[in-house]
């Protein structure tokens, strides 16, 4: 699994080309970048970042010497709901997140669950999960939980796909914007 974080370390962060000598881009405080895995060189982590000219790509980051610098995404959510997790059948507390842009709901298998969530809906994870993303797509959050408007009723991953897969994943929309203020799937950062 992936992880999506928010840079809170109070320093901007450079990111690095496969060389590990080359600058391609900065991780600012205050902004969404994905860890992907662990790289060959100790102390990097290969990411997924929005860079300058705004498309998301990847990149290689020291990881040694930034405090803060992996504050996952579920600690920052706009809410939280004690909600009915299916997996482990009994009530857990749930992080939740706005929707800014019309998003796809997609399965575990990256194919799409056919369903949108639109502006001003909200998706929820498992505080336990923290802003555990794909291993493929480390930009796309696991949900278990959606909602098409902020005060329509939650429906479950588990009965949306006809109780096969307990989560689904949305992306958190790097590709518009790496900020609280631009980005698709938002908390409180």
């Known amino acids: 699994m992936g992880k999506i974080n928010v840079n809170k370390s109070g320093f901007n962060v450079a990111v690095e080309d496969t060389d590990h000598y080359t600058q391609i881009g900065t991780i600012y405080d ?3 970048w994905c860890y992907d895995k662990a790289d060959t060189s100790p102390g990097y982590a290969v990411i997924k970042f929005r860079n300058s000219a705004g498309q998301v790509v990847k990149g290689y980051m020291l990881m040694t010497g ?4 992996q504050s996952a995404y579920g600690l920052h959510p706009s809410s939280t709901a004690t909600l009915y997790d299916y997996s482990s059948s009994k009530n857990m507390a749930h992080d939740i997140f706005n929707v800014r842009h019309a998003t796809t709901i997609y399965k575990p298998n990256a194919s ?7 502006a001003g809906g909200q998706v929820a994870m498992r505080d336990s999960e923290a802003g555990d993303s794909g291993s493929s797509n480390p930009d796309w959050l696991l949900i278990r939980y959606y909602r098409t408007t902020a005060t329509g009723t939650w429906q479950s991953i588990w009965g949306a796909t006809s109780n096969t897969d307990y989560h689904g994943f949305v992306p958190v929309g790097l590709s518009k914007g790496s900020t609280k203020n631009t980005i698709s799937v938002y908390g409180d950062w």
């Open 30 to 32: 205050n902004e969404v």
């Open 66 to 69: 930034f405090s803060n610098l």
């Open 112 to 118: 799409s669950m056919g369903i949108s969530i639109p």
